[in-house]
Each structure stands twice: as C-alpha cells, then as structure tokens.
C-alpha cells in the first residue's frame, strides 16, 4: 500500500470532531494497522474488529461516526455485515464505506445497492481516504444538522399551531363571556325592577289586609247580628276562609318573589364582569349561582326524580381571582355532569333511578398550608374510559353528538385554571364508575 507521509502535516482539520469515531472491520492484521495509524494522526478514534459478527457486536456498544468495511472477509463477508447494518434502526444511517482490492463493476454497485455511501480500492493513499472519510463525515453532519432543523422547526409549528388555537380559545372565551355577561345583566336588572316593586308591595298589602280584618272584627263585635244582605255575603264569599287562606297566599307570593329574587342576584354574581386584574372572591357564591342557574335541569321530570346536589363546602377564606371566568369553569364542568348523569340514566326507569339516584357532590376543601383550595366535583353517572381521559381537554375534542358538543368547554376550563389562574384541573374516573374533577386553586 501506498502511504503518503506528508499528509501528515495537515492533520488538525476543522471538520474532525473529538468524538468522531471510526469502526475498521478487515481481517487482515496489517491492514488495521496501517489504516488505523493514518487515522489516528489525523486526530480520529479508532475501534478495530477483525471480521463482521465481532463488528456487530461492538456496535451495540457504542456507535461509530463512520465504518471502513473490507468486502472478502471469512464468516461473515462485508455484503452480510452491511446489509445487517442497514436493516438496524439504529445503525441504518451509519455511513459505510467499502475497502476491498476487487475494482470490478458489479462488486462496487452490489456494495452501492445495499447501503454503502461509497468504495475504495485497495491499494489506496493516505489523501484519498482521508478525503472520502471527511466529505461522508460532512455529509452526514449536514443531514443530521437538516433533521435538527426538521424537528427543530417541526417543534417551532407545532408551538405556533398551539399559541393559535389558545388564542382563539381566548378569544372565543372572551366574545362568549362578554356576550353573555351583558345578556345575563341585562336579564337580571328587568327582572330585578318588577320584583323590587313586587316585593316592597307585598308588604304594604299584608298590613292593609291586617287593617281590614281588625276592622271586620271591629264591626262583628259592635254589630253580632248583621242584616241579612251582610250575612248572605259573608256566607257566600265564606269569610272564615278568605280570612285563614289569605295570610297563607300572600306568605307563598312573598316566597316566590324573593326566589325570583336570589335568581337575580345568581344570575348577577355569574356574569360578574372581570377586571383586568384578580379581585378577592367567594368560591361558594359563584358554585351557587351556577346551581341556580342550572335547578331547571336538576328538577324532576315524568322520567326521573330530582338530581340531588350534595354541597360539602369547608371555611375557605377569600381566593383572589378573576371570578366571571371561574364561573364559566363550574358551569361547564356541572353541566357535563348532568349530561353524563342523563346519559346513564337510558335503559332505567323511573324506579329504578329513584333506588339508586343521580348525585352530584360538590366539596370544597382549604388544605393543610392554607395555600391552596380544592374544588371537587364528582357524579355518579356512566364516568369515561381511559383514552377518553387523555383526550378529555384536547382542543376541539367531544364525545357528543354532532351539534350538540364543541370540543371547547374543558379546553376552555383548562386554560382559565392553569393559565389564568396558575391552579390545576385533573379527572378521575372510569367507565360505569362516574367521574370527578379537581380544581386547585392557589389563594394568592
């Protein structure tokens, strides 16, 4: 072989690496050698194996940069090995480059069609091997670089592609809440006008009706024996009655208007319009109002009896907090509960239901550091399977019916809780077992 000593001087190339390491496979004793010396100087590593199935082995070890494969070796020949080699995942994209003293044509494209980046003949000089082993080094840098910049920019997208669909959450979030707040305002202030009128009424019409039946009792007991016109009347309207009943109706009315009123004031403390900025608020008034808001779908029906709402608040002190996006929060996570304790409620009748019945709890926990609270909401309905779990806050993700779900509810929940408010929101559940959710919220 021909060894070109000058070469030597330029052995500090700024294409080696430290770390490059080169795997010669011959089972020629000197050709290792010489190989290896030229190699070494030139600033590489060098790992050695004297034939194809101990070069398998090594390279399960550590993975070489770069392979020098010799095509005639005994076992296992340089074909075998490299075509081991490519059908690895993990040494598939090695370089191989073949060193056999046979130039004939077929030789060089059977090594080119298995996998083989390129072909030296032996013998060879110093320059020239030293020369294909940096422009193949190059190459596959280069395509390692490319396949960082890939991922790299792949990763960039996908970052873009989620600040998107956040934005757009937001600003759905923001129209929705913002429409809605002043829809619900404006509901409750009409409301709020005739019921105050109502309300303060009522009372002026219990006194006058006060005044009248002392008055009435006024004239029975100066006048005992009426004419018989006064007595007919008195038989015909059956006073005894109107007197007894109509404390009661005016009672029931009071009732009633002071409901609408509590309606009113729900409806008020849900579309609270946020600040720019979190106010100190009561978790249990905005869990509350949200119940209110949604007793229609909690009352009983021909088909069921009454959703039970159990409430098990502990002494939470004020959450700073942005306290109309919150709303929305439990809004939507209540909702989809009664959604699923519907759901389970198909193939059961009445009785049934009734012998084991729907339930929403709904705890409220101040742990232990007086840092956070926990918000739990659990019903007993038909739950969700595992994939469905990993899912359950992906953007545009539902299991409804087409038309009937958006996919943005949780995604939504999600983003207030964690994003707006640095809390977390999780799922438990499994399938036929119900599901809850858990809200954790820091106080400050």
Not at 46 to 54: F, M, Q, R
């Amino acid at each position: 072989m021909i060894k070109d000593m000058s070469f030597k001087q330029v052995i500090k190339m700024p294409y080696i690496q430290e770390d490059n390491l080169i795997l010669i496979v011959d089972d020629t004793a000197t050709n290792l050698e010489f190989i290896s010396e030229i190699l070494t100087d030139a600033g590489f590593k060098v790992a050695l194996a004297s034939d194809g199935e101990i070069a398998l082995k090594q390279v399960q070890y550590r993975l070489p940069d770069l392979i020098l494969l010799d095509v005639m070796m005994p076992r296992m020949d340089g074909f075998e090995t490299c075509k081991k080699l490519k059908l690895n995942p993990e040494t598939c994209d090695i370089p191989v480059i073949f060193t056999t003293a046979n130039s004939d044509t077929d030789s060089k494209v059977e090594g080119l069609s298995i996998g083989a980046v390129d072909y030296i003949t032996k013998p060879f000089h110093e320059k020239e091997l030293l020369a294909r082993i940096k422009t193949h080094l190059q190459l596959r840098n280069l395509t390692k670089t490319l396949e960082e910049r890939v991922v790299d920019r792949t990763a960039a997208l996908s970052k873009a592609l989620q600040d998107l669909q956040e934005s757009q959450l937001q600003l759905v979030q923001k129209e929705k809440m913002s429409a809605l707040g002043q829809l619900v305002a404006g509901v409750a202030h009409e409301i709020n006008n005739p019921v105050s009128f109502i309300h303060g009424n009522l009372g002026h019409a219990s006194a006058y009706f006060q005044d009248m039946i002392n008055l009435i009792d006024l004239y029975q007991q100066h006048y005992p024996e009426p004419v018989l016109e006064i007595q007919e009347e008195i038989t015909a309207i059956d006073l005894k009655y109107v007197r007894s009943d109509l404390p009661n109706l005016i009672s029931s009315m009071k009732e009633g208007v002071q409901r609408i009123r509590n309606i009113s004031t729900s409806l008020r403390t849900f579309s609270r319009a946020d600040s720019d900025r979190k106010v100190s608020c009561n978790i249990h008034d905005g869990i509350d109002s949200t119940i209110m808001i949604l007793k229609h779908r909690l009352k009983a029906s021909e088909d069921r009896p009454d959703i039970q709402v159990i409430r098990d608040y502990d002494n939470l002190p004020q959450v700073k907090c942005f306290s109309g996006q919150l709303n929305q929060v439990f809004m939507n996570l209540l909702a989809n509960a009664i959604d699923a304790l519907e759901e389970s409620n198909l193939g059961r009748n009445y009785i049934e239901i009734e012998a084991n019945p729907n339930q929403l709890l709904i705890k409220t926990i101040l742990t232990k550091d007086k840092n956070y609270v926990l918000i739990r909401i659990k019903d007993n309905g038909v739950g969700m399977s595992t994939d469905v779990q990993q899912k359950i806050f992906d953007h545009l993700f539902t299991t409804k019916p087409v038309g009937q779900g958006t996919g943005l509810g949780l995604s939504i929940a999600r983003q207030i809780v964690v994003d707006k408010h640095g809390g977390t929101l999780e799922v438990n559940s499994a399938s036929g077992q119900g599901s809850e959710f858990v809200i954790t919220l820091p106080i400050h």
